[in-house]
């Protein structure tokens, strides 16, 4: 098992199915992605370059773009905060708060962008 599936095994529930969940969306939408384990989080790169990574916190799991100032039209689901310059994020409180069809066009958007 590589760093980043034991990363997202070792969270509780529901965090845990989430984090799958959210993997899975990631890696089905744009195919070429490669999985890393990067600064303690699962990490994706595409054509060498940083594309998102994952991260749970106490009450929240994160999709964190780092380049995410550059993606245009998703203003209204795009998290800045917390004194971030370039990153930004999806966040979800719970299952049935990760719209698929939503994160599929960020990702999508990314990607172009890489």
């Known amino acids: ?12 529930e529901p965090w845990c199915s ?3 969940e959210l993997q899975a969306v990631i890696k089905r939408t744009v195919p070429e992605v490669e999985e890393g384990y990067k600064w303690h989080l699962p990490f994706y790169s595409l054509k060498g370059k940083m ?6 916190r106490k009450a ?3 999709v ?3 380049k995410g100032i550059l993606i ?4 209204d689901v795009l ?17 049935e708060e990760i ?6 066009e960020v990702l999508k958007a990314v990607a172009r962008l890489t």
């Open 72 to 75: 245009q039209g998703f203003d």
């Open 79 to 95: 998290i800045a905060g917390e004194g971030r310059k370039q990153l930004r994020s999806l966040r979800y409180h719970a299952p």
């Open 1 to 12: 098992m590589n760093p980043a599936e034991e990363y997202i095994l070792a969270k509780p």
């Open 64 to 66: 964190g773009f780092p």
């Open 51 to 56: 594309f998102c990574f994952l991260n749970f």
């Open 18 to 20: 989430m984090l799958m």
């Open 99 to 104: 719209d698929v069809r939503r994160l599929e």
């Open 60 to 62: 929240f799991v994160d």
